[in-house]
C-alpha cells in the first residue's frame, strides 16, 4: 500500500487517526502534516503544510509517493461563523487543492462532511441519507459544496473520494476548537475538575454525537471498504448516540453524584444547533460498510471519565 497523508494532523481527529494509521500501516506510511508543528517529537514522518498552498501538498505527494490523502484541515462550525470569509478561503480552498493534487497524482481522499450539511428544513429526526441540504452557516456551505465537489472529482476525474457526515465528536486527547458540540467535550474536563459545568447550549438541545475510537475506526472502514458495495460516495450519516446536555450531566452524575450543569446560552451555537438534525438515520452507512460503532452514552462516559481521571487533578 502506497503511504497516507494526513492534513490537520495536529487537529482532534488527526491526533488520534494518525496513530492508529500508523499502527496498522507501520510509522514510516502515515506522513502528518499541519500548519502548526508538532509539540513533542513525532513518532512518523512530519512535514509543515499550508493546505491553502497547492505546491506545498503536491511536493510532499511526490516526496513520498503518497497514494490517499486525509484531509482533516479546517474550521468548525462556530469559529466558522465568527470568520466566514476565512472559513471559506480555507475550507472550501484547502479542498479544492487536495482534490487537484490527488487528480493529478492519483490519489484516493477522505474528506470528512458533517451535521453541519443540514440545515431548518431538513426532516431532524431520523434525518436520511438523502435528504434536503440547505444549510444556514458558512461551515454548512462549506461542507455542502464539499460534498458535492468531492462527488464530482469522482465521477468526472475518477478520483477515489469518500466520506463521512460526521456527528460531534467526544474524545479526551486533542480538544476541538470552535465547535457547536464542544460542549459534549469540555464537559468531562470540568466535571472532573471542578464538578460543575456551565452549558453554552439549553438542556433539550438533542444532537448526534459519537465518541473518538468509533470515529477513527469508521474512517479507516470507509477507507478500507470494497468501492462496489458503495451507494454513496460524499458523505455517509453516521452517529452513536443522540443525547442532550441534560441526559449526559445525568449520566456523569451516576459517576460523579454532585455534579452539577447550570446554563449561559450562547445565542450564535444555539442557533447552530437548532439548524442541524436531532438525530441521524445511519442505515446506508449499515448497509454499504457494516458501520458499527460499539461506545453508546453509557459506555463513552464510563470510559471518558476513567481515562481523564488519569489525565486531570480535580481542583480543591
Ligand atoms: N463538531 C462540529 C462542530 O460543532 C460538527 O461538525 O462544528
Not at 16 to 34: F, K, Q
Not at 101 to 114: E, H, L, T
Request: charged share 20%; proline share 7%; net charge negative.
Amino acid at each position: 500500500m502506497k503511504p497516507i497523508l494526513v492534513t490537520g494532523a495536529l487537529g482532534q481527529i488527526g491526533t488520534e487517526l494518525v496513530p492508529a494509521l500508523r499502527e496498522r500501516h507501520g510509522p514510516e506510511a502515515v506522513i502528518a502534516t499541519d500548519l502548526r508543528m508538532p509539540p513533542d517529537a513525532p513518532e512518523g514522518p512530519f512535514a509543515h503544510v499550508d493546505v491553502t498552498r497547492q505546491n506545498q501538498i503536491s511536493e510532499v505527494v511526490r516526496r513520498y509517493d503518497v497514494g490517499s490523502i486525509y484531509h482533516l484541515a479546517a474550521l468548525l462550525s462556530a469559529l466558522a461563523e465568527d470568520k466566514p470569509q476565512f472559513a471559506w478561503d480555507l475550507n472550501m480552498g484547502g479542498l479544492y487543492r487536495v482534490l487537484e493534487v490527488a487528480r493529478q497524482y492519483d490519489c484516493a481522499v477522505f474528506n470528512p462532511s458533517s451535521i453541519g450539511a443540514f440545515g431548518h428544513t431538513t426532516p431532524r429526526e431520523r434525518t436520511p441519507q438523502d435528504t434536503i441540504q440547505r444549510p444556514s452557516t458558512m461551515y454548512g456551505v462549506t461542507k455542502v459544496a464539499g460534498e458535492l465537489l468531492c462527488d464530482y472529482y469522482a465521477q468526472r476525474f475518477g478520483v477515489d473520494s469518500r466520506g463521512l457526515r460526521l456527528p460531534g465528536i467526544i474524545s479526551y486527547v486533542a480538544p476541538p476548537g470552535g465547535g457547536t458540540t464542544d460542549y459534549a467535550v469540555d464537559i468531562f474536563h470540568q466535571a472532573v475538575r471542578y464538578r460543575h459545568y456551565t452549558c453554552f447550549l439549553g438542556p433539550e438541545t438533542r444532537l448526534d454525537m459519537m465518541y473518538m475510537p468509533d470515529t477513527v475506526a469508521a474512517i479507516m472502514q470507509l477507507m478500507e471498504a470494497d468501492a462496489n458495495n458503495l451507494s454513496h460516495r460524499n458523505a455517509f450519516n453516521v452517529s452513536a448516540m443522540s443525547i442532550t446536555p441534560e441526559e449526559l450531566a445525568a449520566e456523569i452524575r451516576k459517576h460523579i453524584p454532585d455534579f452539577v450543569i447550570d446554563y449561559d446560552i450562547d445565542p450564535v451555537r444555539q442557533a447552530i444547533a437548532d439548524s442541524w438534525p436531532r438525530s441521524l438515520d445511519v442505515s446506508v452507512a449499515r448497509a454499504d460498510w457494516e458501520f458499527e460503532p460499539r461506545y453508546d452514552l453509557a459506555a463513552m462516559t464510563a470510559d471518558m471519565l476513567e481515562q481523564l481521571g488519569r489525565r486531570l487533578t480535580p481542583a480543591k
